[in-house]
């Protein structure tokens, strides 16, 4: 059997009030703490499992669930309780419990969270047909194909090897058993949660076993899901087993501030009261403890702890307008630490997670409190995360649709969803797991934004090569380059929180990662997508010298920095006449006009005419030099000779694209240079001959199009004084 036993004197469970535990519904009663032994004796002795009416048994698991869904249909609980009491009769926990009494938990704790009645169903369930003669076959036919779905995907997690040899390959069991309903994941969660509250009777060697698996990847998934309230006891229940000495001496800090007669907690959650109820908002104001992990965590960054570092101040509200009033009113009345302030109600985090994060200073002594500020939904989504979303299948009621707006799911498309992506595209379970530990180990995320005001969640420590894979997919093979707060940046650039991130895609859907993308890509997403494409196309072996491929061959395979030949001595240039006529005619390389330019003529040695644009700086000088103006225009022949400059980032065959599509368009090149790279980014500099210049438009156009190039421009006159 797969749930542990258990044992009332373990070190692992955690006083309530130092738990993540689910904070009650305001003005809801608490419910006492359940007796597994009389929920175990009323499910062996009780007569009323025998009956229409609810087994006393799950009472609680009633009362919590209709906390949350008042008008819950009732019968497939009953139903389920019977046939899970039934079938696991005569079956015991280690500890000598009835079986029964670990489905009636574990359904408690996701009715608390407030899950549906059919995760519910599934959870009494969830151990018949891996540990009786119940088959998936019989639940389906009782309770329907959802049940059935949900309890083979607990059952098919129940059989993942969490040993160190079966690692790589767990997750990937684990995702293919969930698909794309996290509702599996849930009832797994609070499934482990069980067991680790009961882990007493274990050897120790299984006991730090469970508890490192727990750390290494139930409890990142608990996060990821946003299942705060679960993630936080599992965290306690963690500690107590790996550092038992450390947990001790946290713990015992934890009973001396609750032992103290002076809360400066208390007397700040005072304070925001009266401040709030003067302002007639209104809000609730509760005091906050930190659990076992976090008061450690603070206790290792601040050393000694004063009072208000054992909590924080909750302050729950009706509408989101209500939170930045409350913030409004504390930041004017008491005193900001500024440097605290974060807006996760704007920019919501990945999971789902809500709220206003500041902090106030005492004026008495200094001490620094903390204070949450949401609404009431917000906190049930924060502390139950995809459990408070309920059924993902189904649509949102007209009170859900008129009240928040469309419906989210972080795993529909989301994170989970990624993960699935992740193992199916992954090489090979070595690299799908080293990634996926490196992404669950991430506890810090920021938020870029792109220009059309969406934002992306990324890792800190993402780069552009991130960003590029998190929006696109796999068509940011495309990418050429980005902008970060308008600048061009280059893909290695890492991002900061609130940066504003541009990408620049170009037109080739063939086009192949850089390989160096590889050393910058920090989320598993760029980093199998780029490998799997690199391990498809891999690169070629380098040509040996020879004659390039189509017209322009002589500059495929220039060196950046190297000056281009000449691809034709021909001094080919548009018809100019010039008066008076017979003098010989030169188009001025600083400017290189071309019909139907506005053009003037200077008189140079051996009688030459050299023909400049009108707004040439070199017009302007010769001028204020007294030089006079000879006048010219164009003939009727329309050919013509121009200097174009390029701008790309640095990519492989670059330079042979561009010049191929040049000569597509008629371009013969006369001259060209490429200067060095700078960050990525490269200047080109083309001198060419078009037969018309009517085609000029049509060859920028066909130069801009190629991958890697986001720029192209006539040579312009230089300024007056260059």
């Known amino acids: 059997m797969n749930a542990e036993a258990v044992n009332p004197t373990s070190p692992g469970p955690v006083p309530p009030a130092a738990t993540g535990a689910v904070t009650p519904a305001p003005r809801r009663k608490a419910r006492p703490r359940i007796d597994l032994r009389r929920l175990g004796r009323a499910a062996l002795l009780g007569s009323a ?20 869904h008042p008008d819950a249909d009732l019968d497939p609980l009953r139903r389920a309780y019977v046939l899970a009491e039934s079938s696991h009769r005569g079956q015991m926990r280690k500890s000598g419990e009835p079986y029964i009494t670990h489905p009636l938990a574990v359904t408690l704790i996701l009715a608390e969270l407030g899950a549906e009645t059919t995760t519910l169903t599934a959870s009494l369930l969830h151990d018949t047909v891996e540990d009786t003669e119940v088959t998936l076959d019989q639940v389906g036919e009782e309770f329907g194909a959802e049940v059935r779905y949900l309890v083979d995907g607990v059952t098919k997690l129940e059989k993942v090897d969490y040993g160190a040899a079966a690692e790589p390959e767990t997750f990937r069991k684990m ?88 809360d400066p907690l208390a007397a700040v959650a005072d304070e925001v009261r009266g401040v709030l109820r003067e302002a007639d908002i209104q809000a609730e104001v509760l005091i ?144 799908f797991w080293s990634t996926l530990r490196e992404d669950l180990a991430q506890d810090r995320e920021i938020t870029v934004f792109r220009p059309d005001g969406g934002t992306l969640g990324l ?96 500059g495929a395979h220039a060196h950046p920095g190297a000056p281009r030949p000449a691809a034709s001595a021909r001094p080919a240039s548009a018809d100019v006449l010039v008066d008076p006529p017979g003098a010989t005619v030169r188009l001025a390389g600083c400017c290189t006009p071309v019909p139907p330019d506005e053009i003037t003529g200077f008189a140079v040695r051996g009688g030459v005419v050299t023909v400049h644009r009108a707004q040439c700086a070199v017009v302007t000088r010769m001028k204020n030099a007294g030089r006079a103006e000879i006048g010219v225009r164009w003939g009727e022949s329309t050919g013509c000779r121009v200097t174009l400059l390029a701008e790309s980032f640095g990519r492989p065959h670059l330079l042979a694209d561009l010049t191929e599509a040049m000569a597509l368009e008629g371009a013969e090149i006369v001259s ?35 991958a890697g190039v986001y720029d192209v421009s006539r040579a312009q006159p230089q300024p007056t004084g260059a």
């Open 288 to 431: 906050r403890p930190r659990h076992f992990v976090s008061v450690h965590r603070v206790s290792r960054k601040r050393g000694t702890l004063r009072g208000a570092d054992f909590g924080r101040l909750l302050v729950l509200v009706q509408e989101d307008a209500d939170c930045y009033a409350v913030l409004g009113e504390l930041h004017t009345c008491m005193t900001p630490v500024v440097s605290e302030f974060k807006d996760f109600i704007a920019v919501p985090k990945f999971n789902l997670y809500q709220s206003l994060h500041t902090a106030v200073a005492r004026a008495e002594d200094g001490q620094v409190v903390e204070v949450l500020i949401r609404t009431h939904q917000m906190h049930k989504v924060a502390e139950a995360g995809v459990v408070a979303l309920g059924n993902p299948y189904a649509q949102p009621s007209e009170e859900q649709s008129a009240g928040d707006g469309e419906r989210a799911d972080p795993t529909r498309p989301g994170w989970l969803s990624r993960l699935l992506d992740w193992q199916r595209g992954a090489p090979d379970p070595d690299t």
């Open 459 to 554: 890792p800190d420590g993402a780069t552009c090569v991130d960003a590029a894979y998190a929006q696109y997919g796999e068509d940011a093979h495309a990418t050429i380059g980005a902008r970060v707060n308008g600048r061009l940046a280059p893909m290695s650039t890492v991002l900061r929180d609130g940066d504003t991130v541009q990408l620049l895609m170009g037109q080739d859907p063939a086009s192949e990662p850089s390989r160096q993308w590889l050393e910058h890509a920090r989320t598993p997403a760029a980093r199998i997508a780029i490998q799997r494409r690199l391990a498809a196309h891999p690169e070629p072996e380098p040509e040996a010298e020879g004659p390039a491929r189509g017209p322009a061959a002589p």
């Open 175 to 262: 995702l293919l058993a969930t698909g794309n309903d996290v509702r599996v994941m849930s009832i797994k969660l609070a499934d482990r949660l069980h067991n680790m509250r009961t882990l007493g009777v274990m050897r120790r060697e299984k006991q730090e076993r469970i508890a490192k698996v727990t750390r290494d990847v139930l409890i990142p998934l608990a996060e990821r899901l946003g299942v705060q309230a679960l993630k936080s006891e599992l965290e306690d229940l963690v500690f107590a087993v790996m550092h038992p000495e450390e947990y001790a001496h946290t713990r015992e800090l934890v009973h001396e501030n609750a032992a103290r007669t002076d």
């Open 672 to 706: 060209a240079t490429v200067e060095p790279p700078d960050r990525q980014r490269v200047r080109h500099s083309y001198t060419v001959v078009l037969p018309d210049a009517a085609r000029l438009p049509a060859l920028m156009r066909a130069m801009r199009d190629v």
């Open 49 to 68: 499992t025998r009956s229409r009416a609810l087994p006393d048994a799950i009472g609680h698991v009633v009362e919590a669930h209709r906390a949350h």
